[in-house]
């Protein structure tokens, strides 16, 4: 019963925001929810690359562009750990001793 009544608050708020929108958020809306149909009844990948060659997305330079954010995302990560393993350690040790006193 309780995923009944979240997903009646989903489909709730989704008539709100489709009731109050424009034209042109309404025509988005209503191409998206084709191109998702078609999607999950066909071979995804397949739909998908046809729609966004339909609507010239530029697929390659977007793949490329997400490669290079996680790339950053995992060097920071690699650079944070080595602090935080130390940083960790020192506290560790102050708070290991500061039960044993």
């Not at 008539?15 to 929108?21: E, S």
């Not at 060659?53 to 793949?63: R, S």
């Amino acid at each position: 019963m309780s995923s009944e009544r979240s997903d009646d608050g989903i489909w709730k708020t989704l008539a709100a925001y489709l009731r109050r929108a424009d034209e042109s958020t309404l025509g988005r809306a209503a191409v998206e929810a084709a191109i998702l149909l078609a999607a999950s009844r066909a071979n995804a990948s397949q739909v998908l690359r046809e729609a966004a060659t339909v609507y010239k997305v530029d697929t390659d330079a977007i793949a490329a562009k997400v490669k290079q954010e996680f790339a950053a995302k995992d060097k920071a990560k690699v650079h944070k750990k080595p602090e935080q393993n130390q940083q960790g350690n020192a506290r560790g040790k102050t708070a290991k001793n500061s039960v044993a006193a």
